[in-house]
């Protein structure tokens, strides 16, 4: 009989199997170590199913093989999941970056048409004016006059309207002094005063020294309310003899328009003909501060709102000094406020002193008179000229 092989027991068939597991086991462990690394295959071989129906856990609980290669399967299909999904996030990272991307560099773009290049230091310019608007760190004069608001706010809503509205042309500046007083004396027409405004942009945006003037106003405009407060903060203040001196003695640039609301509402028919300009008041301030008088002459103003009736007992209703009829109003509504796109010229004539007079004849009637006729018939002849030369009303 030959040899035969002894089998150790070890809890019968189960046992066996064990044993010849271990056994091959223990075989491809020594294979291995004898092999090379670098012969070591990339994928492990797949477990023959006759080596068992049962491997041992860490812990040594037995699970089926079975049910190991499915746990096996469930953990890399599981496995494979997070993948999914962080591939999927990154996809959908990537394609709000994208539209970020371009939603920024499209309000970047609108940014620069609307505000130019320098648009990033307009902004941070704006947000430092709001700051300084909400605590309070800003300085107003004696008379309500806000300069930053002005400059920031007032002139960068009336530029527009002066630059490509009217296409204002403004000639003789080099007449408004440089620095001190001066009484800038103005014709005026137009319905609503956007005369006064667009010449008050005129020297801020287009003098040398980027001058404020400061306008004299009717009651009427500080009566209204928000209408008054802001024409505080731009710098305007009554048309009375004590704040007009007073800013002139203070070296500043002051404008009138003295024909009133004579001049501001007259029918269009008697268009560029300058009505009577007071009693000469105007005249009176600038002999007492010693301060030249400067002649403007504005033509354009006259055709944006031309006035072809006047409803006279709907303005004493109103307490308004005329309620103004035009093609446009009131037919059309809040439509026919739109003025109509008409082409603009401010010239500025030279300045008559009133420093060779006495200081006693600002009370003299007469010389009072004298100096108010030169003032107008200075305006109207430059008026006459600049109607000559124009082509359009519009061009």
């Known amino acids: 009989m030959g040899d035969a092989r002894i089998i150790p027991f070890e809890g019968g068939a189960r046992g066996a199997r064990r044993s010849g597991r271990s056994a091959r086991s223990a075989q491809s462990a020594e294979s291995a170590l004898r092999q090379p690394v670098a012969d070591e295959p990339e994928e492990f071989p797949a477990r023959d199913e006759a080596a068992g129906e049962a491997e041992e856990a860490p812990d040594g609980a037995e699970v089926p093989v079975r049910e190991a290669r499915r746990l096996g399967a469930g953990a ?19 394609f709000a970056g994208a539209l970020g991307g371009l939603v920024g560099g499209a309000a970047r773009g609108l940014a620069e048409g609307l505000a130019g290049p320098d648009w990033e230091d307009k902004a941070a310019d704006g947000l430092a004016f709001l700051r300084r608007r909400v605590t309070g760190a800003y300085e107003v004069d004696e008379f309500g006059f806000d300069q930053e608001l002005t400059d920031q706010l007032v002139m960068s809503i009336l530029r527009p309207l002066y630059e490509k509205y009217f296409r204002v042309e403004v000639r003789g500046l080099e007449h408004v002094p440089a620095k001190g007083g001066a009484l800038i004396v103005a014709n005026h027409s ?52 004590a704040d007009a001196e007073r800013l002139l003695s203070q070296g500043e640039l002051v404008g009138v328009w003295p024909e009133g609301y004579k001049g501001l509402g007259k029918p269009f028919k008697d268009r560029y003909k300058l009505q009577r300009f007071g009693r000469g008041g105007f005249v009176s301030s600038a002999l007492r501060t010693g301060v030249p008088i400067v002649p403007c002459s504005i033509v354009g103003a006259e055709e944006i709102y031309p006035m072809i009736g006047n409803f006279r007992t ?17 037919v059309l509504g809040p439509v026919g406020l739109v003025p109509l796109p008409t082409k603009w010229r401010i010239e500025f004539g030279e300045p008559i002193r009133t420093d060779t007079y006495p200081a006693h004849t600002a009370d003299d009637p007469m010389v009072v008179f004298n100096l108010t006729d030169e003032v107008r018939e200075t305006i109207q002849h430059t008026i006459y000229k600049v109607l000559m030369h124009r082509r359009s009303v519009f061009f």
Do not use: I, W
Not at 76 to 94: D, F, H, I, N, T
């Open 190 to 241: 137009g319905t609503l005063p956007l005369d006064a405004l667009m010449t008050q942009v005129a020297v801020h945006d287009h003098h040398p020294e980027a001058r404020n003037l400061r306008l004299l106003g009717a009651d009427l405009v500080f009566q209204l309310p928000l209408v008054g407060e802001l024409a505080r903060k731009s710098g305007h203040t009554l048309a009375c003899h």
């Open 314 to 330: 709907l303005a004493r209703l109103l307490g308004l000094p005329y309620f103004p009829v035009t093609p446009t109003f009131p």
């Open 76 to 94: 890399g299909e599981r496995a494979g999941r997070p993948e999914a999904g962080r591939s999927r996030g990154a996809g959908l990272g990537m």
